[in-house]
Nanobody, 123 residues
Framework: VRLVQSGGGSVQAGGSLKLSCAAY????????MGWFRQAPGKEREGVAF???????TYADSVKGRFTISQDNNRNTLFMQMNELKPEDTALYYC??????????????????WGQGTQVTVSS
């Protein structure tokens, strides 16, 4: 499975951006996907996750502002980011995994990763 990201960029605080992640490969084996981010000097953290049944999970810091979704074929992952804050500035990564042991929420749970895309929010 190969993940190719697009979107991101620079925006002022309060603005919106949308990230996309196109998956190529044998998708039936993928049961969970998600977005992580890594700010300078900080560890990579989970932002939002979506499982095979469509259930979603969000980090407290983005609840009510970010929305994770997939297209009908589950080949493309999206994250709509609204009301962006300077603290959202980070390199964002999409991730995918078969999640045979259950929904993944931590970095080691995911074996497939996108190339990363920068999101910069200015105050």
């Amino acid at each position: 499975v190969r993940l190719v990201q697009s979107g991101g960029g620079s925006v002022q605080a309060g603005g919106s951006l949308k990230l996309s992640c196109a998956a190529y490969g044998y998708m039936p084996i993928i049961h969970c996907m998600g977005w992580f981010r890594q700010a300078p000097g900080k560890e990579r953290e989970g932002v939002a996750f979506i499982d095979t049944d469509g259930s979603t999970t969000y980090a407290d810091s983005v609840k009510g502002r970010f929305t994770i979704s997939q297209d009908n074929n589950r080949n493309t992952l999206f994250m709509q980011m609204n009301e962006l804050k300077p603290e959202d500035t980070a390199l964002y990564y999409c991730a995918a995994d078969p999640c045979f042991s259950g929904p993944g929420r931590e970095e080691p749970d995911f074996r497939y990763w996108g190339q990363g895309t920068q999101v910069t929010v200015s105050s």
